[in-house]
């Protein structure tokens, strides 16, 4: 084997190789990699650059080493950068990892260097000088000014010798007469003002004054704890002295006792406790048991009771020192015990244990208890999902809070809770039963009311909405959500009627809905509505004076007539036109220039549910909208702004305008960089797979970047786009055929997946989910089921209907084979 | 958060009238204005305990110190037989190395905030 020529240099293309490679792992953060690389790259050269990027890299390894605890190997590592150019690189890191390790005399010695020099930032330097003096004043050394020494060290010095005195006085025991002249030595202005403070409030009498001059030093400073001993040490009352001591840290409380006790020899008992308490809840509760005799009696049960769950093997100790404990407080204690260990599966399944026996207690404590732990698990299955609940097939969020109002009914919260997330599931019969139900039980409840009020629209029984809401404002006369709603569940009735060619009923309907409006706040589309059933009818004399009103109510001008014309778009039945008034005013409106206000408030009112609901209806107006834009396509719009009008332009499909847009707000903020994104959206008219590989990179930067993380509307029209999941005419349509394209070329793929899952659960699981929830209920519950397995996720909720109405079908005996047919019709 | 019956200094078996009286004692003591932080402490542990059911949540679900610090007072000497009040170095020293530790943990934690 040839020997290498150990003077070769190595050639200019693999030093820049190796340059590129050590600043990369360095960006990147592979710390380790860098220092390797970096120090070949320094033994072919000393380039002072490469030096310094060593030097980062060290640094950079030796914080990844603190954040794992490794504080020895930090220090080591921070020793190699210093050992380049003999200069600490970050001064207050080491001196962290040195008190990490307990190493206080050490990080003396290292802080003391920077006292009464420039070498750190201001903030810094402020910070470095408190915890110096605080750790001289631990761990004295003798400190003496030198000669060349610039005046700020010298300051310090004077002042740390100054308030070392005053504390070897006070440690000596000598009295506030002796203390107080060398109290005055130290500078109120010096790091060591603190000290002067704290020692005088330990001198006097009076704790009020004492308070007082403890409130002058920061709880957040490195004299902090040092303030709060000596505020636990003030005299008070008993509870105000337990209060204070059970708030402090062990090293605060033992100095506070020891100032209102007078030491371990004022009280030996106090010594002894304080000594168990510092060996462990173990050797407390050893301790405690112990202690019945000499201490209150039912404090000490009540102390060992509570220690009980940081050592459950004490159970049995604690029954025969102290009474036999309940079922239910065993199961408490092992299920605290295994939250502690996060051992979840346990600590659920003696929770379930401790309500059970609460539950069957039979007093209304109890029942409250039982309620309460239901409630507890229902919170932690939202965070653990290794809480299973008690069923497959049900969210352990529901079932809990199910059963947590079966012992505890009139617990409020719960009940909107579980209102709400029938409602999120979709599970309509639970929630019109839980809201009719709530609104007997808490019948005075405004949110219960009004979770009814909801209910009773959502079944479309408008007269049992409107019972509710009547009773709303009779307990609650100015709630405005529940007025507007109720006004606007009559106009969208009434629009019904119109479109049955009932304007009578809808007459009497709108009629109806004046009962809800105040005198004081007029509602536009109520007026309009009124108007335009009162033109199309015929029957009202004073219907455009209406509907005139309404207009002006809603803003007047280009906006108000926009919105009449929605109005009268969503009542028109199918082929008939507009009323002759309307159309004449819109257009004349639109003949002028759209001001910002006029743009954002008329996107809005495209942008409501009811619009978006029905677009057929409102196309052409939406198309009106932004066909009007265009002349106002240099209007300064902030991006937040635009969302909603870039949604209204893509409904309208007039990707020129939109482009139009995004190109002028590109000017005026080339940083905003989701104006490149609507850019992008105009040029692929709103079809991702249009996308060149340079726009797909932009779209993935846009996506990385810090700042669209803080911009839910801008991430999630980003997100839309890249599903093809918005609501225009051509996602709906690509979303159409993606769905299609999985039903005939991926189902045999999903039949063989989902068999298993299928061949999982007998007949006989699926006839008792039959048989509590109902065939609907049974379907629903296996298809949900069947959405959480890996490819269920991304199979259409139809296909999954199908394979659970299958199975249902089957255990039922009256089963064709499955996944035969086509969830879209028609057979495979 | 310690428990809300060992933050007000009350029996964990107190009733409304009494953890009242010793929250508003609390605020008299150290008033808004001028201990803000300590106040939203005592303001969240009387929310805690404001009705029946959270106060036995609280029992339930969390363990609880106001037992023992009540045995710890109940071991304090009388004041009358309290002799000189002492403080040592030893205290002195663990205090303020608490203090350098705690300063030095959230200097740390604002420069991963900042660097984040």
């Known amino acids: ?828 | 958060m310690k428990d809300p019956f060992s933050i007000l200094g009350v029996d964990e078996n107190a009733d409304d009238n009494e953890i009242k009286r010793r929250y508003l004692a609390l605020v008299r003591d150290f008033p808004p204005d001028r201990e803000p932080e300590r106040f939203q402490t005592y303001r969240a542990a009387f929310e805690a305990l404001q009705t029946e059911r959270q106060r036995l949540a609280a029992k339930l679900l969390a363990q609880h110190n106001s037992a023992l610090a009540r045995l710890e007072t109940a071991s304090l000497p009388p004041p009358e037989a309290r002799r000189q009040r002492r403080v040592s170095q030893a205290q002195l020293t663990a205090l303020l190395v608490e203090g350098v530790e705690q300063a030095m943990a959230r200097w740390e934690e604002a420069s991963r905030t900042d660097g984040a």
Not at chain 1, 297 to 326: G, Q, S
Not at chain 1, 652 to 663: H, I, T
Not at chain 1, 689 to 705: H, P
């Open chain 1, 1 to 828: 084997m040839a020997k290498q020529n150990p003077r070769k240099l190595p050639s200019e293309a693999s030093t820049y190789v190796l340059a590129a490679r050590a600043e990369e792992a360095l960006r990147l953060g592979s710390f380790k990699e860098a220092i390797e690389l970096y120090k070949q790259l320094l033994k072919q050269e000393a380039r002072p650059e490469w030096r310094d990027a060593l030097a980062a890299g060290y640094v950079g390894r030796a914080k990844a080493l603190s954040a794992k605890g490794l504080f020895k190997e930090a220090e080591v590592v921070l020793g190699n950068a210093v050992a380049l150019d003999g200069a600490v690189k970050e001064p207050l890191f080491l001196l962290s990892c040195l008190i990490r390790q307990g190493q206080i005399q050490k990080a003396l010695a290292q802080a003391l260097k920077y006292i009464g020099t420039n070498a750190l930032t201001p903030g810094h330097g402020r910070l470095l000088s408190d915890l110096t003096a605080a750790l001289y004043l631990a761990r004295p050394v003798p400190l003496a000014a030198g000669d060349g020494h610039p005046p700020a060290r010298v300051e310090w010095i004077a002042a740390a010798n100054a308030a070392r005195a005053a504390l070897d006085a006070l440690t000596a025991q000598k009295s506030a007469d002796e203390i107080e002249p060398l109290l005055a030595n130290i500078p109120a202005r010096s790091p060591f003002g603190p000290v002067r403070l704290i020692v005088k409030s330990l001198l006097t009498e009076d704790p009020a004054k004492a308070r007082r001059l403890l409130d002058g030093v920061p709880p957040d400073s490195a004299f902090g704890p040092l303030r709060l001993a000596a505020e636990a040490a003030l005299p008070g009352e008993p509870a105000e002295v337990v209060g204070r001591l059970s708030r402090a840290s062990a090293a605060q409380r033992a100095f506070a006792l020891d100032r209102l006790a007078g030491g371990a020899s004022g009280s030996p008992m106090l010594a002894r406790l304080l000594d168990a308490e510092r060996g462990g809840p173990g050797t407390l509760f050893t301790f405690l048991s112990k202690q019945a005799a000499s201490l209150p009696a039912a404090d000490v049960r009540n102390a060992c009771f509570n220690l009980l769950p940081e050592v459950p093997d004490r159970i049995a100790l604690f029954e025969k020192t102290f009474a036999k404990l309940t079922e239910a407080d065993k199961a408490r204690i092992f299920a605290l015990a295994a939250e502690a260990k996060q051992d979840w599966a346990r600590a659920e399944t003696q929770w379930r244990a401790a309500a059970a026996r609460f539950a069957d207690d039979g007093s209304r404590e109890g029942k409250l208890s039982a309620g309460i732990i239901y409630r507890h698990l229902a919170t932690l299955s939202v965070k653990e999902p290794k809480i299973a609940g008690e069923d497959i097939f049900t969210d352990p969020v529901v079932s809990y809070l199910r059963k947590s109002l079966d012992c505890d009914p009139d617990h409020l919260p719960a009940v909107l809770q579980l209102i709400k997330l029938y409602r999120e599931d979709g599970d309509e019969k639970d929630w019109h039963a839980l809201a009719d139900e709530a609104a007997q039980r808490f019948p005075t409840e405004s949110a219960v009311l009004m979770q009814a009020i909801e209910s009773a629209a959502a079944r479309k029984a408008y007269k049992k909405a409107a019972g509710f809401a009547k009773k709303l404002l009779a307990v609650d006369p100015i709630n405005r959500p529940a007025r507007q709603r109720m006004i606007e569940l009559q106009i969208s009735h009434a629009r019904k009627q119109m479109r049955s060619k009932r304007p009578d009923l809808a007459s009497m309907e709108l009629a109806a809905a004046s009962e809800w409006e105040r005198a004081d706040t007029p509602n536009a589309d109520l007026r309009i509505n009124q108007g335009l059933v009162g033109l199309r009818g015929g029957m009202d004399l004073q219907a455009e004076g209406r509907l005139r009103e309404g207009v002006e109510l809603a803003g007047g001008g280009a906006v108000g007539w926009f919105r009449a014309a929605l109005q009268d778009a969503l009542m028109t039945p199918p082929r008939q036109r507009p009323v002759a008034l309307v159309g004449d005013e819109l257009s004349r409106a639109l003949r002028g220039v759209p001001s910002k206000l006029d743009i954002v408030t008329t996107a809005a009112l495209l942008s409501a549910e009811a619009v978006r609901a029905d677009p057929k209806a409102t196309y052409e107006l939406g198309w009106k909208f932004c066909t009007w834009l265009r002349s106002a396509t240099h209007t300064v719009l902030s991006v937040a702004e635009f969302h909603s009008v870039a949604d209204a332009i893509v409904r309208a499909q007039l990707f020129d305008v939109l482009r139009e847009f995004a190109v002028a707000g590109k000017r005026r903020e080339p940083n905003e960089r989701l104006w490149r994104f609507y850019e992008i959206v105009a040029r692929t008219t709103n079809n991702p797979d249009r996308m060149y590989v340079a726009e797909e990179d932009e779209i993935r930067a846009i996506c990385n970047s810090p700042t669209i993380h803080k911009d839910p509307h801008g991430s999630g029209r980003i997100d839309r786009y890249l599903d093809g999941s918005g609501d225009d005419p051509s996602s709906k349509r690509r979303a159409r055929r993606r769905e299609a394209s999985l039903a005939t070329g991926d189902l045999e793929l999903l039949e063989t997946i989902l068999a298993g899952f299928v061949s999982s659960i007998s007949p006989r699981d699926v006839q008792r989910l039959v048989k509590s929830y109902g065939r609907d209920g049974a379907v629903t519950a296996l298809a949900d089921r069947l959405a959480q397995l890996p490819l269920g996720a991304s199979a259409p909720s139809p296909l999954l209907k199908m394979v659970a109405g299958a199975m249902v079908a089957t255990a039922l005996g009256e089963a064709s084979p499955p996944f035969r047919t086509s969830p879209y019709g028609g057979a495979r």
